[in-house]
């Protein structure tokens, strides 16, 4: 193996997810809080997100969990959501609103983590029938979207790709850019990495062809449609603007600038 893939898998290692005390009261009190929250709506609250996935890194949001809501919840999702941080609001100091989810904070030392520990909660109504798609609030466009969690969880999952995403998580946390998972996700498996091998003995020149990809001044990927495949009237690639897509563009540049993996990702 190059020593470029050492370093990088190397890289991948040190920012590996703390391990998560599910069995902690902590943990158990805000579960339950949650169903308590929903009351007769309540059907379950499950993992999501990175973690779900195998994409976590330490550097983003420790553990995320989508609660899903009966369809016949009478609540508009607005009504949801923002009940939904009224609620955690009054059981924990640190609690903010994200795009989709609401973040709790826990301090670190008496919890569940020696390390502070964020749970980003996501409210979601499930849709009629025997479905996976439910149906959460996206706050930055003040709308909402039908998803499927269980279908991102299994494709990320078995992408073959869980050590470039978290190589560009990595890059993108240090660089403090806009660049939502999802669609960072599907954007690497499904159009940059297409017809790249998935060997790791292979991902130095995979994370080097992805900068260069997201680097490009004309057909760059960034500014292609990016769709949801769990509904195909999700626009993922609509998720950020053009300015902060030009951010990640203008980064990418000044990452291929440097000669030595350390001065990329570190």
């Avoid at 499950?46 to 016949?72: E, F, H, V, Y």
């Avoid at 709308?143 to 969690?149: A, H, I, L, P, S």
């Amino acid at each position: 193996m190059s020593d470029s893939n050492k370093y990088l898998l190397n890289i991948v290692t040190k920012y590996s997810p703390a391990q998560i005390n599910y069995s902690d009261p902590a943990y158990i009190q805000l579960l339950q809080t949650l169903e308590g929250w929903a009351h007769t709506c309540f059907i379950e609250c499950k993992l999501s997100g990175s973690i779900a996935k195998g994409t976590a890194i330490s550097l983003s949001s420790d553990l995320d969990l989508m609660i899903s809501l009966t369809n016949g919840c009478k609540s508009g999702l607005k009504e949801i959501y923002e009940s939904l941080y009224d609620k955690l609001r009054a059981c924990y100091q640190q609690v903010r609103k994200q795009n989709v989810s609401v973040r709790v904070i826990f301090a670190g030392g008496n919890l569940l983590l020696p390390n502070k520990l964020e749970i980003d909660i996501t409210p979601a109504r499930k849709c009629k029938g025997n479905t996976n798609e439910h149906i959460i609030r996206v706050s930055k466009f003040d709308t909402w979207k039908k998803t499927n969690t269980q279908q991102h969880i299994n494709d990320i999952s078995n992408s073959n790709r869980l050590n470039e995403i978290k190589l560009l998580k990595i890059w993108r946390e240090l660089n403090q850019l806009e660049f939502p998972s999802i669609y960072m996700e599907y954007l690497l498996i499904n159009i940059i990495l297409r017809n790249k091998q998935t060997s790791c003995l292979y991902l130095a020149d995979n994370f080097f062809y992805i900068l260069s990809e997201l680097a490009k001044q004309e057909n760059n990927p960034l500014f292609s449609r990016v769709v949801d495949p769990a509904n195909t009237q999700n626009i993922l690639s609509e998720l950020l603007t053009k300015v902060e897509k030009q951010k990640i563009q203008s980064a990418a540049v000044d990452a291929l600038k440097n000669k030595y993996w350390q001065r990329i990702v570190w």
